[in-house]
């Protein structure tokens, strides 16, 4: 059974991986500093705004309510481990996302690239294998436990808060 509040975190991790992606793809044809211009400047602006977005609201959602249900029903287990990988990406995903938002006006210097590349592959390895597990566990266990009016609501909390 598909649920709403699955499809919407779905969507949300698609576009993360997307951006993830591109990110490293960057990050491996480029060893020095790139140039700066129009095109990576939007990129790197939309990226920081993914980032953020993820980190802040989409995380905020999963852990202030979301987990709430499962913690509610005894499944402490994979609250306590997708909680704690949060907590190894948030400070890492803002890092990059400010690195790419200030280097989308001023530019890469081959100090702030070094930083960039080094954060970067970091962070695409610790969120894809995040997103992957979320979507082979999380989304089933949200079908198994959670009754379709808190899905609802769940929805619905999502839309107003993240988007
Ligand atoms: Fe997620
Ligand atoms: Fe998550």
Redesign the pocket.
């Known amino acids: 059974m598909n649920t709403q509040t699955g499809a919407l975190l779905h969507q949300a991790h698609m576009t993360t991986i997307e951006a993830l992606q591109s990110l490293d793809e960057l990050l491996g044809s480029n060893k020095k500093a790139p140039a700066m211009d129009d095109l990576l400047g939007r990129k790197l602006k939309q990226l920081s705004g993914i980032l953020r977005s993820e980190v802040e609201s989409?995380?905020a959602f999963?852990e202030n309510h979301l987990f709430k249900v499962f913690i509610n029903q005894g499944e402490t287990g994979i609250v306590t481990m997708?909680t704690h990988?949060?907590q190894s990406i948030l400070p890492l995903a803002l890092q990059v996302a400010d690195l790419a938002l200030a280097a989308s006006s001023a530019g890469f210097t081959d100090a702030s690239w070094g930083e960039f590349k080094d954060a970067g592959a970091e962070l695409v390895e610790r969120e894809i294998f995040?997103i992957q597990k979320?979507e082979m566990g999380l989304l089933a266990a949200i079908s198994a436990m959670v009754d379709p009016e808190i899905d609802e609501e769940l929805a619905d909390i999502y839309r107003r808060e993240v988007g």
């Open positions: 989409h995380f999963e997708l990988e949060h995040h979320e």
